[in-house]
Antibody
Framework: QLQLQESGSRLVKPSQTLSLTCAVS??????????WGWVRQPPGEGLQWIGY???????DYNPSLKSRVTISLDRSRNLFSLELTSATAADTALYYC?????????????WGQGTTVTVS | EIVLTQSPGTLSLSPGERATLSCRAS???????LAWFQHKPGQAPRLLIY???SRPPGIPDRFSGSGSGTDFTLSINRLEPEDSAVYYC?????????FGQGTKVEI
């Protein structure tokens, strides 16, 4: 069964880059029909879509973050990554990585447990 | 950008009752791209409904979705204490993808 696990810096200084990695286990990222993305939840708020990358390498990002966000894929290492530059306190959140599956119209069917990142 | 507005904000019900959650979109889109997620504290969100009314394997049939255009509904029959959670609707029809603000269900 596919599992996702986030890792990365839990504490980021303002103006620095927030970097997270999502390790994929129990399956391969090489198959078509999936997207690999990130969602976050600021303290006391709801879910916010950050963006995703397709197996083709095409990306789509939330315009509110577009100038600062990069999602990349490393199929050889079975992982994908998130970089958010020029971090501010507003980027403090619980970050989830997730897979979108064509089986479910590319809705997010597998999620990591989440990792809390504080910008301070 | 499609804005999803969920109501009510909080729903307090007793075990065995039925919950009806609403999600209204700022513009119409295909039902294929409306999903519902259940989110419990300390856990990852779980996909409950996709395509407005389809359930992934393992989701109890107490959960059902309906609607089209701009108005969508999640119904939870025969509520159980474990159904306490925040429920989010989500659209993936147009970029940027978006979530509603959530409805908290208290049992």
């Amino acid at each position: 069964q596919l599992q996702l696990q986030e890792s990365g810096s839990r504490l980021v200084k303002p103006s620095q880059t927030l970097s997270l990695t999502c390790a994929v286990s129990g399956g391969s990222m090489g198959n078509s029909g999936y997207t690999w993305g990130w969602v976050r939840q600021p303290p006391g708020e709801g879910l916010q879509w950050i963006g995703y990358i397709r197996e083709s390498g095409r990306t789509d990002y939330n315009p509110s973050l577009k100038s600062r966000v990069t999602i990349s894929l490393d199929r050889s290492r079975n992982l994908f990554s998130l970089e958010l530059t020029s971090a501010t306190a507003a980027d403090t959140a619980l970050y989830y990585c997730a897979r979108g599956s064509v089986t479910y119209n590319y809705n997010l069917d597998v999620w990591g447990q989440g990792t809390t990142v504080t910008v301070s | 950008e499609i804005v999803l507005t969920q109501s009510p904000g909080t729903l307090s019900l007793s075990p065995g009752e039925r919950a009806t959650l609403s999600c209204r979109a700022s513009q119409s889109f295909s039902t294929a791209y409306l999903a519902w997620f259940q989110h419990k504290p300390g856990q990852a969100p779980r996909l409950l409904i996709y395509g407005a009314s389809s359930r992934p394997p393992g989701i109890p049939d107490r959960f059902s979705g309906s609607g089209s255009g701009t108005d969508f509904t999640l119904s939870i029959n025969r509520l159980e204490p474990e159904d306490s959670a925040v429920y989010y609707c989500h659209q993936s029809a147009f970029s940027p993808l978006s979530f509603g603000q959530g409805t908290k269900v208290e049992i």
